[in-house]
T-cell receptor, first 113, second 114 residues
Framework: SQQGEEDPQALSIQEGENATMNCSYK?????LQWYRQNSGRGLVHLIL???NEREKHSGRLRVTLDTSKKSSSLLITASRAADTASYFC?????????????WGLGTSLAVNP | NAGVTQTPKFQVLKTGQSMTLQCAQD?????MSWYRQDPGMGLRLIHY???????DQGEVPNGYNVSRSTTEDFPLRLLSAAPSQTSVYFC?????????????FGSGTRLTVV
């Protein structure tokens, strides 16, 4: 079952602009992760944010988490053509030792040069 | 450091044929998983393993078998291929708990069953 729902499904921006995508989830969580998938490739882990964190940065990436709204956002600043990819969120669903992740369907980002 | 290696990258099978998708990791990761990715369905967990000799079913295990005889290898066997198994298959590994450490993914195997 899919817990995370990314929004929007697709996003097209110009190089240099910022890109924001959102992830909503249904149950309480311990952690939320964001991954990137370039066309025809495997997923790459970008960042993990814990439920007691509100914001986290990694290079041009900024992730926020609002547990009261059960939502997270991923901001990519000063986007580049190489950022063109699909972005997925994954949560643990507060599953304790379950170790399984619950995946969203992804946001497809196109950065136009 | 190769990470997670999947072979083959592409495969075409006829209905009823069997085959094994290979997955190997060189990071001494304890946890390994197989996912399939289909348009509009996202990633679905097929089988996973928390260590050598231990495997368990995910969301969509029917038609697939796995074994984990070593820490490094986690092959996925299709017993009798069906067109519904046409998909992209990803192997992923994690140090211990993927919800804490995140996954390292392989580059995928694109399987077509005709």
């Amino acid at each position: 079952s899919q817990q995370g729902e990314e929004d929007p499904q697709a996003l097209s921006i110009q190089e240099g602009e910022n890109a924001t995508m959102n992830c909503s989830y249904k149950t309480s969580i311990n952690n939320l992760q964001w991954y990137r998938q370039n066309s025809g490739r495997g997923l790459v882990h970008l960042i993990l944010i814990r439920s007691n964190e509100r914001e986290k940065h990694s290079g041009r990436l900024r992730v926020t988490l609002d547990t009261s709204k059960k939502s997270s956002s991923l901001l990519i600043t000063a986007s580049r053509a190489a950022d063109t990819a699909s972005y997925f969120c994954a949560t643990d669903g507060n599953a304790g030792n379950n170790r399984k992740l619950i995946w969203g369907l992804g946001t497809s980002l196109a950065v136009n040069p | 450091n190769a990470g997670v290696t999947q072979t083959p990258k592409f495969q075409v099978l006829k209905t009823g044929q069997s085959m094994t998708l290979q997955c190997a990791q060189d990071m001494n990761h304890e946890y390994m998983s197989w996912y399939r990715q289909d348009p509009g369905m996202g990633l679905r967990l097929i089988h996973y393993s928390v260590g050598a000799g231990i495997t368990d079913q995910g969301e969509v295990p029917n038609g697939y078998n796995v074994s984990r005889s070593t820490t490094e290898d986690f092959p996925l066997r299709l017993l009798s291929a069906a067109p519904s198994q046409t998909s992209v298959y990803f192997c992923a590994s994690s140090y211990s708990q993927p919800q804490i450490y995140g996954y390292t993914f392989g580059s995928g195997t694109r399987l077509t069953v005709v």
